[in-house]
């Protein structure tokens, strides 16, 4: 599969240089829209690190149950796709997991009431977790694996009828972690946040970022 390694220029505009066959092509490329203070929040390091901070008690999550809790204030930094087309979209996030529930996550994005969220996450017990959440007016909430490592590759593709989750600790191996029927519309949005909703606040650094118009060939296999 060909990506596209993905170099930020955040909020400043795009250009684009081409390089021989036998390398990715390389962009500029900009987020195209900021939530929740996620511009004002992150700083760009290194050729294609960005490292954002989150606030206390931000989040993404709407409480099926009670007592009732409806929380959209975590920051987001979001790209348009076309989801008519297939695509798929990796990065590598390194949380600092202060606390509970602190995570740095990969995000569908519909609106505040109808997203995605695939995390690196830390449970009650304070271990690193891949945390799947699938909100349609409610959400529901998935603890999955645990990870023995600080950092760890989260990777969503559809291809058009299916979207998967996936994660590696090496950029080779992927996990699936959850598949589903992609039942939104062709405006998506696809991006990255981070929270703490039990914390003073979360730090999380993404790197590697790739995307491409193309789907994994093996939905079960991430690959």
């Known amino acids: 599969m060909r990506y596209l390694i993905i170099f930020f220029i955040l909020f400043l505009g795009c250009s684009q240089e081409k390089k021989d066959s036998n390398s990715p092509t390389k962009i500029a490329w900009m987020f195209s829209e900021s939530l929740n203070n996620a511009q004002e929040n992150s700083k760009l390091f290194g050729s294609d690190s960005l490292e954002m901070v989150s606030s206390a008690e931000t989040d993404f999550f709407i409480e099926p149950g009670k007592p009732p809790y409806n929380i959209a204030n975590a920051p987001l930094l979001l790209m348009p796709v076309d989801n ?3 695509f798929t979209f990796s990065i590598k996030v390194k949380p600092t997991h202060l606390v509970k529930y602190d995570a740095g996550m990969a995000f569908l994005y519909v609106n505040d009431s109808e997203w995605l969220k695939l995390a690196f996450e830390v449970d009650e017990r304070m271990t690193g977790r891949i945390v799947t959440v699938k909100t349609k007016a409610f959400s529901d909430d998935n603890n999955h694996d645990a990870i023995p490592a600080k950092s760890v590759y989260l990777k969503i593709s559809s291809d058009t009828k299916v979207v998967g989750f996936y994660y590696s ?23 990255i946040g981070t929270q703490s909703p039990a914390g003073k606040g979360n730090k999380s650094i993404f790197s590697e970022f790739q995307f491409s118009e193309t789907s994994v060939k093996d939905f079960r296999m991430g690959i």
């Open 169 to 191: 600790l090496d950029a080779k191996t992927w996990q699936l972690v959850r598949v589903f029927k992609n039942e939104y519309g062709e405006n998506l949005k696809i991006g």
């Open 84 to 86: 008519s087309k297939p």
